[in-house]
């Protein structure tokens, strides 16, 4: 259920405050990141903290620092959703945890990706949807977070 803040443009979803974006980041191409951005768009509306892999990808610390910083994003996250388009063992790394820490996962992919069936078996994720263009993104996006 979503409620709007009063006096604010987002909207609050039940003990939704912060959102995480995972997704592909060294395959990445110029079509995923163009995807982190409208999902980062679109979720803007429902939170005011999202993190994305495009804050990773001007994250300049090392391998190290930027594994910390990840663990400790999701410490604070209420909902992680993953572009699942292109594989990615990080990815995998932080779905694993954010497993481990019950935080809900909604999965996103263009039409014809194969998902892990190790994430889909998780427990966690509550609905997954494919895409072929913006305009699907945004709006079963908008649809599973106003039913969630």
Do not use: H, W
């Amino acid at each position: 259920m979503i409620k709007k803040r009063k006096g604010q443009n987002v909207k609050v979803m039940n003990n939704i405050n912060n959102i995480m974006i995972t997704g592909a980041i060294t395959s990445a191409k110029e079509d995923s990141l163009e995807i982190y951005e409208i999902l980062t768009e679109e979720l803007k509306q429902y939170s005011n903290k999202i993190y994305s892999p495009l804050d990773t990808i001007k994250f300049k610390g090392t391998a190290e620092e930027m594994y910390t910083r990840v663990m400790t994003i999701l410490k604070e996250t209420d909902l992680v959703i993953t572009e699942m388009s292109n594989p990615s063992t990080g990815q995998g790394m932080e779905l694993q945890e954010a497993v481990r820490l019950d935080i809900p996962i909604i999965i996103v992919a263009k039409e014809g990706s194969k998902i892990s069936s190790t994430i889909l078996g998780s427990g966690k994720v509550k609905k997954t949807f494919f895409y072929n263009n913006k305009e699907d993104i945004k709006g079963n996006l908008k649809n599973i977070l106003e039913n969630l």
